[in-house]
């Protein structure tokens, strides 16, 4: 529990993002722009960012700034203003490109996002597409579309019960996904080196190394973040340790597999992969990625759900209450979850 201080705050919104902006402001427009109680209460302000952020002396007029998706790079002056505590409430996951790192570093400031609010929509689509790629829906799909061939002609998918699955991460969508493919009693095998020992489940096997998370796994969910030490960590040597119907499924971030051996893999092996992120976007539709019948791809779309807005305004106004109320903070953001932050 902070020291509570009654004052009420003043907020400014930062979003240039119309849809985001629009979807807030409406919620803010039902509240006259107020949350909270007259004793402790916060009054939000939008600012037109449309040009590039307000310089620092304007944003020290607040004690809370709400940015998001395309908010531009903020000052790192902000860092230093003075000795005023203020809080940055970030509606969306990743902040690098929004929140400069002398902020989340600064002990003026504490920064929050949306923590796991995101984790099961994507885990969600994770799972949606593993399933689809084990049951060959693409070779099915082309099947139907032509009408040349019935189940006879098509090899059989296989199932996901009992399966060896090798988790590359397991952070907060790594946790949800291994709970949503529990029932299928799949053999779990974990590859994190910064996971706490305290969030590797009995069930599950934590290994030392890529090499060992490959030779031991049927699928390989990626979960990673993409940094330094990940990047084009998966090569066509790891991808060679699968075996012929082995299975990937990356909805983390394309750079994690080298892409000279995604292409090298779709085209010389059995492999079959499930792919919502790619080197570049939008994917060229002649790409070997998009006729392949073994992958199965979506346009990065695995945290889109039509109810997205909701979870992400309710997160941060549950966040921003507790602010106003000098209540702990949820989901807060240190350096080195934003180091490792992609």
């Known amino acids: 529990m902070r020291d509570a201080d009654t004052r009420v705050k003043n907020a400014a919104l930062l979003l240039p993002d119309e849809a985001l902006r629009s979807y807030v402001s409406s919620r803010l427009a039902e509240t006259d722009g107020k949350m909270g109680s007259d004793a402790a209460g916060i009054e939000v302000q939008i600012l ?34 003075d000795e005023r505590q203020r809080y940055l409430c970030h509606l969306t996951g990743t902040l690098r490109s929004n929140v400069p790192r002398d902020v989340i570093a600064s002990p003026t400031w504490i920064v929050t996002n949306w923590g796991n609010s995101i984790s099961g929509f994507v885990s969600e689509m994770h799972l949606a597409l593993l399933l689809a790629v084990s049951r060959r829906f693409s070779e099915i799909r082309r099947v139907m579309d032509t009408g040349e061939g019935w189940k006879r002609e098509l090899p059989p998918g296989t199932s996901l019960f009992g399966r060896r699955i090798g988790f590359y991460g397991y952070g907060l969508i790594g ?79 394309a750079g994690i597999i080298r892409e000279d ?25 002649d790409s070997p990625l998009v006729s392949s019948p073994r992958v199965l791809c979506t346009p990065h779309s695995a945290g889109v759900v039509a109810n997205q807005f909701e979870m992400i305004w309710a997160t941060a106004q549950a966040n921003l209450l507790r602010y106003a109320s000098g209540e702990d903070l949820r989901f807060v953001v240190d350096e080195a979850l934003y180091d490792r932050m992609t």
Not at 211 to 238: K, N, P, Q
């Open 175 to 253: 946790r949800e996904f291994h709970k949503l493919v529990e029932p299928f009693g799949v053999k779990a095998r974990i590859f994190d080196p910064y996971a706490s020992p305290d969030d590797i489940p009995a069930s599950a096997t934590r290994v030392s190394s890529l090499e060992e998370l490959f030779r031991e796994s049927d699928i390989i969910s990626v979960h990673a973040g993409l940094t330094e030490e990940t990047e084009g960590s998966i090569d066509y040597r790891l991808l060679s340790l699968l075996p012929e119907d082995g299975i990937v499924v990356n909805t983390a971030r």
């Open 48 to 81: 037109d960012v449309s040009d590039g952020p307000p310089p620092a002396d304007r944003i020290s007029q607040f004690d809370v700034l709400i940015t998001g998706w395309r908010t531009p790079m903020l000052s790192p002056e902000l860092a230093h203003l």
């Open 261 to 285: 051996a995604l292409l090298q893999a779709v085209r010389d092996t059995g492999l079959r992969f499930g792919l919502d992120v790619f080197h570049k976007e939008p994917l060229d539709p």
